[in-house]
């Protein structure tokens, strides 16, 4: 499986670790980034998203939340599922916000 160069897994480290890393991607030119978690460190995926809207980046958007399960072998050969999330967030530029307006002529403007 190859891994997506603007995904970022959320696992166990501080949540300020994954915000941190969705900036990085942002400010290096990536449109779109992905925050992806499965199990317990979804609760720390939707965190970081709102974390990162309200306080780092709030032209970001968020353009697709995927929820889904995983067939999953534990370490003693039972079988079991576990929910996973895929959050898409996209960042509006400021050039795809501005909308150039007609000049109004002189005569209409008084």
Known sequence: MSEQPNLVRIGKKPIMNYVTACVTL????????MVRARGQ????AIDTVQMLKRSFLKDAKIV???LGSEDVTRFDGTRGNIST???TLSRESEEE???E??????EEAV
């Open 97 to 99: 916000d501005y909308e």
């Open 85 to 87: 999330i895929e959050i």
């Open 26 to 33: 942002f400010n290096s030119g990536n449109g779109d980034v």
């Open 101 to 106: 307006e007609e000049p109004v002529p002189a």
């Open 64 to 66: 697709s939340i995927n």
């Open 41 to 44: 460190a979804i609760e720390k």
